[in-house]
C-alpha cells in the first residue's frame, strides 16, 4: 500500500513562499511521474506541477514561473517551492504519483495519477 503524506502547508501573507513536502516510504520515486494538484474551496482540482522519473518538470500556465517542483530520490521525497504567494492560491495542496509511466503526461489531470495523499492547507492573506 502506497501512503504519501503531504507537509508544510499554513497560513502566510501574500508575497511570502512555503515549500510543500510530500514523503512516501512506499513508493519508488525515481521511478515514475509524480505530480502536485491543489483545490481551492467550491472549485475543481487542478494540476500545478509534475516531475518526471529523469526530473523533467512541467508547469501549470497559471502558476508558470512561481513554482518548482523537486525530488530527492534517495529520501523518497516530493518537493512543491511556491514563491510569490497570492490570496487566489488559497487551497488544499496534494501529491500525487503515477502507478506506471516514468514521463509525464502533456496535461497534468487528475485521472491520470493512482496514488494520492491527504493534502496541506495553505492559506494565502493580503
Known amino acids: 500500500q502506497v501512503q504519501l503524506v503531504e507537509s508544510g502547508g499554513g497560513s502566510v501573507q501574500a508575497g511570502g513562499s512555503l515549500r510543500l513536502s510530500c514523503a512516501g516510504p512506499?513508493?519508488?520515486?525515481?521511478?515514475?511521474?509524480m505530480g502536485w494538484f491543489r483545490q481551492a474551496p467550491g472549485k475543481a482540482r487542478e494540476g500545478v506541477a509534475a516531475?518526471?522519473?529523469?526530473?523533467?518538470?512541467r508547469y501549470a500556465d497559471s502558476v508558470k514561473g512561481r513554482l518548482t517542483i523537486s525530488k530527492d530520490n534517495a529520501k523518497n521525497t516530493l518537493f512543491l517551492q511556491v514563491n510569490s504567494l497570492k490570496p487566489d492560491d488559497t487551497a488544499m495542496y496534494y501529491c500525487?504519483?503515477?502507478?506506471?509511466?516514468?514521463?509525464?503526461?502533456?496535461?497534468?489531470?487528475?485521472?491520470?495519477?493512482?496514488?494520492w495523499g491527504q493534502g496541506t492547507q495553505v492559506t494565502v492573506s493580503s
Open positions: 500525487a504519483a503515477r502507478t506506471f509511466g516514468g514521463r509525464c503526461p502533456p496535461r497534468i489531470l487528475e485521472g491520470d495519477f493512482g496514488y
Open positions: 516531475i518526471g522519473s529523469d526530473g523533467s518538470a
Open positions: 512506499g513508493y519508488t520515486y525515481s521511478r515514475y511521474c
